[in-house]
């Protein structure tokens, strides 16, 4: 039983990483000044920065919108991957990683 059970969670840990490898999130400012392309393993895979935000010649404003855009691609990222985990965990445990909580006491 355990050993099926420890089967079943390294299956599903390959399954979890193959399906964010297909995961791909795209975030923009408001401005769509930047632009950026991370893939569910939080790899940037594409970077873009409108010319016009360059040639204000504000440093700081361009690190702070980039830095910004960054933060939210992670954040819809980190969302992605809990929704496959959180059903990867309900097929392997009926009432997913809540459900094997109980067993243990």
Known sequence: MLGDMINRIQGAKVEAQ???KAVSVEK?????QVTVTMSGEK???DLKIAPELHEKGE???TADVVA????EALVEVAIKEKE?????SADIMPGGLEGFK???G
Not at 28 to 32: H, K, M, R, T
């Open 68 to 71: 910004n855009v960054i933060n």
């Open 102 to 104: 109980g067993l243990l």
């Open 59 to 61: 440093p700081e404003l």
């Open 28 to 32: 923009s400012d408001p401005n769509n």
């Open 18 to 20: 193959e399906k964010l």
């Open 43 to 45: 790899r940037i895979l």
């Open 84 to 88: 496959i985990m959180d059903k990867i």
